[in-house]
């Protein structure tokens, strides 16, 4: 996984939107977010928060790698 990119200096987490799907099939879909300082915290802290069912997979994206397709007016 690599690092997300920070602005020099900012030292703070950064977001992460967690997704989950039941199978392969299914569409993933939006469960929350975590904030972390490093991609390897985030997934701890994705398993720890929303692992309380048995997705058979749980996605992180760090939300500055999410392009807004629509601005909110």
Known sequence: ????????????AAPYEVFSRHSSEDVPHHLG???ATTDDDAVVYAW???DERKWKDLFIVPRSAMTQ?????
């Open 1 to 12: 996984m690599s690092a997300v990119e920070r602005p020099a200096g900012e030292g703070s």
């Open 33 to 35: 977010q975590v904030r």
């Open 48 to 50: 720890t928060l929303y």
């Open 69 to 73: 397709l629509i601005e909110p007016e």
